[in-house]
């Protein structure tokens, strides 16, 4: 048996066994889906006064893009001339999810988790809130709540039944889509699809020529299925490279370079293929769990094995953590991470629909 088909038997039997543990764990996504059925119900909804509270969230487990829409968003918003801009997040993996905190750019992304840290220190003039009470830690921490006119962004908020919002957006993947369309555990949907009745926008992320296919296949069913819904879709650009040393560099450095690429995000298939399109001359990758808090004997571990590489490579949630090591000036000029910015399309669509919700909220 060749090398091909061995790696096609693993595949199949990957796919087989996938399928069986689907069924076996179908009878639980009852039991999951009338547990969240009872929080929808019967959690009380808490408003956030004189602000446009924007939820930004996805039906899936895993990552879909919604760190880069919430910075897209940011961005757009202070365009239109909106500065009152606050982000509530739960601050996933960090140790002060619970208690809750402001975040500042010297804040620890052990404490606040890495997405809000970047978050902070693409755009220094924003409130960054983590807590797992977002209300309750938005009245303590924040230092706007009495302001008029301002603008909450509710991180991964689809789910967050306790905090009343005036937009939801949610994000979908254009390749993944929605899985095999069941709910946890037999599938990686939070709830059925069916909840995009509840939504305002659907964003597809990522899209590509290899997934467009799939969105227009999604787009033209759910059109009909949710008539309400308003469509948009985004890409990936990679706009720079940026080392330890703070040096900045244009994506075509990678062009035939030897590339060691790491990251611990949720689906590293995504970054890795975007590393790909910048032609280096060879690509080894290295994966990490999803917000992995790197150790020091880890990055050295991958810098050993970068003695052969031309430089190493990472996301800005990565380099967010292991930029607080205390690592070697040759270490810091080698590893370099990739700084992807969302395109819209049709976004001139997009941005005046935005400019009427800021005018209707506040009576413009």
């Excluded at 905190?101 to 924003?126: A, F, H, Q, R």
Aim: a positive charge.
């Amino acid at each position: 048996m060749n090398l091909q088909k061995i790696e096609d038997f693993g595949t199949e039997v990957n796919s087989n066994l996938k399928k069986i543990f689907s069924i076996l764990l179908f009878p639980f996504t009852y039991l999951y889906q009338f547990m969240f059925f009872l929080d929808q119900k019967f959690t009380k909804k808490k408003k956030i006064d004189n602000s446009l509270v924007l939820s930004i969230g996805n039906l899936t487990l895993g990552g879909s893009g919604k760190t880069p829409f919430t910075m897209y968003m940011v961005k757009l918003l202070n365009r239109l001339g909106k500065k009152n801009i606050t982000v509530l997040s739960r601050g996933y993996g960090g140790t002060k999810s619970n208690e809750g905190m402001k975040v500042e750019l010297e804040s620890s992304p052990l404490e606040c988790g890495d997405e809000p840290l970047l978050l902070k220190k693409n755009y220094p003039e924003i409130e960054v809130i983590i807590g797992k009470n977002r209300f309750q830690s938005f009245q303590k921490f924040s230092s706007r709540k009495d302001l008029k006119e301002s603008i909450i962004l509710l991180d991964d908020g689809f789910q967050h039944h306790a905090l009343d919002r005036d937009y939801d957006f949610v994000l979908v993947d254009s390749l993944k889509g929605l899985g095999n369309g069941r709910t946890i555990p037999a599938g990686f949907l939070r709830e059925k699809k069916s909840a995009l009745s509840r939504a305002d926008f659907l964003i597809f992320t990522k899209v590509n020529s290899d997934t467009l296919n799939n969105v227009n296949r999604m787009k033209e069913e759910w059109m009909l299925e949710f008539p309400n819904l308003k469509f948009f879709e985004f890409s990936f650009i990679p706009i720079r490279l940026v080392n330890l040393e703070g040096e900045s560099f244009n994506p075509e450095f990678l062009f035939n370079k030897k590339v060691l690429a790491f990251c611990g995000i949720a689906k590293p298939e995504s970054f890795f293929s975007i590393v790909k399109t910048l032609k280096p001359k060879t690509l080894e990758t290295r994966i990490f769990s999803d917000h992995a808090n790197y150790s020091l004997n880890q990055i050295f571990g991958i810098m050993e094995e970068a003695s052969s590489f031309d430089l190493v490579l990472c996301t800005e949630k990565d380099i967010v953590k292991v930029s607080r090591m205390n690592l070697f000036t040759e270490s810091k000029s080698k590893i370099y991470s990739l700084h992807n910015e969302v395109r819209m399309k049709n976004e001139e669509d997009f941005e005046s629909l935005m400019s009427e919700i800021i005018q209707k909220k506040f009576n413009y």
